[in-house]
């Protein structure tokens, strides 16, 4: 229980072709695998979280909450690229026996559950409960239930897509744009594109709330102000928040990641793709996301066979699906207790 991690020591090929000459996948895990090995709930985290999801996901997991570990095995695993603990840039290509830096491939969302099955296999996990992810985490688990489509039995999507965005790109291009703006992100240091990561994040922040988020949270009370006001300041305090815990170099290639998410490349069209998943689905939309807006989580729900899609009413945008824990319990606990029918496997907490 707790972090672990995982070192796989033969090469990992990628979708590209490329390879990683080795694996390391770190991960937590909360509670047992039961005997019928029936009872694993496995997570996919968005684009700058860790496997800590009792951590960044309280309200949802823990240990009084929906899924907790008396009831369920939980998994959750560090992506491939990020900063907490799995192969990324900074890591030691064994190779040259130096860190890759901007030598580290880029990956794909499926190259993520690639890794991420390996680890499964691992634990001797031979079906998922319940597969659950928000954003890019949402990506990831569109595209294992894909991949794997008899393995995954419940499958929860939240304010994510079957296909990356034009406006989705275009806002990691400009952060990218911001991060190699910054010309110490080319010093091949561990701190390099600092600078250019905190105007990244100043971006995103942009695209993960919306006009009614701000006007709630950072408007003035002082008409008299000409400057030093709230909003700016939460700018430049959320950009050095990440600036101590993350990395550029890991940022930009997750962003690329991203934007590679496509669930029809080489299945014929996204509607076949989707067509493949056999797990029953619960797809939920955010009314105010302008990131991944409501259609798209519609066109998942018409596409998936068995799903059903809940919109929920939020002032955070995006971040609504890591914010309103509260909705979400009740949502996806009717979700499963519907499921459950005739499952006695599934025990729910109430």
């Known amino acids: 229980m707790g972090y672990q991690v995982f070192n796989y020591k033969d090469p990992f090929v990628l979708e590209s072709g490329k390879k990683l000459p080795e694996l390391q996948i770190a991960f937590h895990t909360y509670g047992k695998l039961n005997q019928q090995k029936s009872n694993v709930i496995w997570v996919c985290h968005a684009l700058t ?35 907490y603990g799995s192969s990324n840039p900074l890591s030691l290509n064994k190779e040259t026996g130096l860190p890759f830096y901007l030598s580290f491939p880029e990956l794909t969302v499926r190259d993520l559950v ?29 595209e ?9 039995k419940n499958l929860v999507l939240l304010a994510t897509n079957s296909v990356h965005s034009s406006w989705g790109i275009a806002f990691n291009e400009s952060q990218r744009m911001a991060i190699t703006a910054d010309r110490t992100f080319y010093s091949m240091s561990p701190d390099g594109g600092n600078k ?28 008299e102000k000409t400057s030093d006001f709230k909003a700016a300041s939460y700018q ?44 029953r689905t619960l797809i939920v939309g955010i009314t105010s996301d302008v990131l991944f807006p409501v259609e ?4 998942l729900s018409e596409h998936i066979p068995h799903a059903q899609f809940e919109l929920i009413d939020s002032l955070y945008g995006h971040d609504g699906f890591l914010i309103e824990t509260e909705l979400l319990t009740k949502i996806i606990s009717k979700f499963l207790k519907d499921s459950a029918i005739g499952k006695p496997e599934l025990n729910l907490h109430n």
């Not at 294992?144 to 995954?152: T, V």
């Not at 990561?197 to 009370?221: D, G, P, W």
């Not at 798209?296 to 066109?299: A, K, P, S």
Request: charged share 20%.
């Open 114 to 142: 690639s890794a991420h099955q390996l680890l499964a296999n691992h634990l001797d996990i031979e079906e998922i409960s319940l597969l659950i992810g928000g954003s890019l985490g949402g990506q990831q688990a569109l």
């Open 296 to 299: 798209e989580q519609i066109f």
């Open 196 to 223: 250019g990561l905190k105007a990244a994040r100043s971006i995103a922040l942009l695209s993960y709330r919306n006009y009614q988020t701000y006007k709630f949270t950072q408007n003035e009370e002082s008409h």
């Open 49 to 83: 979280a860790n496997s800590d999801v009792f951590d960044w996901w309280k309200g949802l997991f823990g240990y009084n909450n929906l899924f907790n570990p008396d009831e369920h095995f939980i998994v959750c695993a560090n992506i491939l690229s990020s900063h």
């Open 236 to 279: 430049n305090y959320q950009g050095e928040k990440l600036v101590n815990r993350f990395n550029a170099f890991s940022y930009y290639y997750l962003s690329k990641t991203m934007d590679s998410h496509h669930v029809g490349r080489n299945r014929r069209t996204v509607e076949n793709a989707l067509s493949l998943i056999k797990a």
């Open 144 to 152: 294992w239930s894909i991949m794997e489509p008899e393995k995954i």
